[in-house]
């Protein structure tokens, strides 16, 4: 069985970024605002020398909301996945949630199940990945990841 390390994205890997117009941090919405943490890639690193494989568990409910398009996130999403390639970490997995109940944007406004503290992401990684929950860890910033990262599977 494998071991995994569960990393939340924004606040975590890449630093938020302060929008004066709207006076709060919000996610890097285009490539030039990606500003990752020092030491991040050491880290993941690390953690890939020692076996854990890597998933990106994020909540990015910026365009449900109307604050971003889809093509500004998957710029950002791309440019964060030719860092790691040109580092040599590989994510076996991505998973966005793009919804948010409370959106403006019909389609992506519902109530989901892969939307942090919700932990449908992390049971279908356990499940494809054959992965020991006991030997894998969820790393975020806000009590939503601590509260997807306990939650039984
Ligand atoms: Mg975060
Ligand atoms: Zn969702």
Not at 2 to 8: E, H, I, S, W
Not at 55 to 68: C, E, L, M, R
């Amino acid at each position: 069985m494998n071991k995994a390390v569960f990393l939340d994205r924004d606040g975590v890997i890449n630093r938020m970024i302060f929008n004066n117009e709207r006076k709060e941090y919000e996610p890097p919405f285009k490539k030039e605002d990606l500003e990752l943490y020092d030491g991040i890639i050491e880290s993941l690193k690390k953690l890939q020398n020692n076996g854990f494989i890597l998933f990106v568990i994020s909540n990015q409910p910026d365009y449900a909301k109307g604050k971003a398009s889809l093509e500004s996130l998957a710029e950002v999403q791309d440019e964060l996945q030719k860092i790691f390639i040109k580092n040599g970490i590989r994510f076996s997995e991505y998973y966005y949630c793009y919804h948010h109940p409370d959106g403006t944007v019909p389609e992506y406004s519902v109530k989901c199940e892969c939307r942090k503290p919700g932990n449908y992401f992390v049971k279908k990684a356990i499940t494809g990945y054959d992965i020991n929950k006991d030997d894998s860890w969820l790393i975020g910033d806000r009590d939503k990841d601590v509260e997807c990262g306990i939650k039984p599977v």
